[in-house]
């Protein structure tokens, strides 16, 4: 099964078959909204919107470790987040999608493990989205002829204001392509929840560093509608060229073994 994190806009234009909704409850509380599963190209889906259904909930403030949680009840094997992000290079303009292999974290008020309660995990950070899930959402870009750019980092700010010009300008100088607020903590713990997990980021402005645009609510908006029909082509296009499980041939299902530094004796059953 795949789970999709979104945008309302982007489960709309999906168009189910056979939708159905669940409410699933988790140790880490409820996720954002209930679970909306269908069928697109045959592909089974979960899709659950990170922000609530009436975007209640900031960037910071979102339910992660409830919403990661229910994907993995359900079943989920793979995640594919959708994210808005503002652009720090000229060559990524507003409209584009952008697929990022790595990620700077800039959060800081977000619990980012399961563990923790006596339990001492270390899991590998290094290639924070599946390379895998992340080449064949780059395939299915291209095949959905979009305007796609494979690769880059993702710079993760805690919000829920946009940056500073300072900030901005510091970020294009260490060579970061994207910024946004949503990719942290899910890598982490899609990681921890042993998950294939990879990003659509959509472009929906140049960030304040740009003299052309201004970085407001009205123009992000408007960009990411746009984006949000573009990615939705792009995941109906992967949902019909998805590999099972068992072709997998990255190893983020094994993603805990040799990861728990806590003898298993020493561990409370509970």
């Keep these: 099964m795949l789970g999709i994190i979104g945008g309302s806009g982007i489960y709309e234009a999906l168009g189910f078959e056979d939708g159905r909704e669940e409410r699933v409850t988790t140790p880490f509380g409820d996720p954002s909204a209930p679970l909306e599963f269908g069928e697109v190209a045959g592909t089974?889906?979960?899709?659950?919107?990170?922000?609530?259904?009436?975007?209640?909930?900031?960037?910071?403030?979102?339910?992660y470790r409830a919403n990661i949680h229910a994907l993995k009840q359900v079943g989920v094997d793979r995640i594919v987040a959708t994210n808005a992000v503002g652009s720090l290079?000229?060559?990524?303009?507003?409209?584009?999608?952008?697929?990022?292999?790595?990620?700077?974290d800039r959060t800081r008020d977000r619990p980012r493990s399961f563990f923790g309660d006596g339990v001492v995990v270390h899991v590998s950070m290094a290639e924070p989205y599946c390379p895998h899930l992340s080449a064949q959402l780059s395939d299915a870009g291209e095949a959905a002829d979009a305007d796609l750019a494979d690769g880059g980092t993702y710079v993760c700010i805690e919000g829920p204001q946009f940056s500073t010009k300072a900030?901005?300008?510091?970020?294009?100088?260490?060579?970061?392509?994207?910024?946004?607020?949503?990719t942290v903590?899910?890598?982490h713990l899609a990681r921890e929840a042993e998950l294939?997990?990879?990003?659509?980021?959509?472009?929906?402005?140049?960030?304040?560093?740009?003299?052309?645009?201004e970085v407001s609510l009205e123009t992000v908006l408007g960009h990411a509608a746009a984006n949000e029909e573009s990615m939705s082509t792009v995941l109906e296009a992967?949902?019909?060229?998805?590999?099972?499980?068992?072709?997998?041939?990255?190893?983020?299902?094994?993603?805990?073994?040799?990861?728990?530094?806590?003898?298993?004796?020493?561990?409370?059953r509970e």
């Design 44 to 63: 089974e889906i979960a899709f659950l919107p990170r922000h609530g259904r009436n975007h209640e909930y900031d960037p910071t403030n979102v339910p």
């Design 89 to 104: 290079k000229e060559s990524l303009s507003p409209r584009m999608l952008v697929v990022p292999d790595q990620l700077f």
């Design 167 to 182: 900030e901005s300008e510091f970020y294009r100088s260490r060579g970061f392509d994207v910024i946004g607020m949503t």
């Design 185 to 187: 903590p899910e890598a």
């Design 196 to 213: 294939c997990y990879a990003a659509l980021t959509g472009v929906t402005d140049y960030d304040v560093w740009h003299d052309d645009e």
């Design 238 to 268: 992967l949902a019909t060229t998805l590999d099972t499980v068992d072709e997998l041939p990255c190893d983020c299902q094994q993603t805990l073994e040799g990861a728990i530094n806590t003898p298993a004796e020493a561990i409370d």
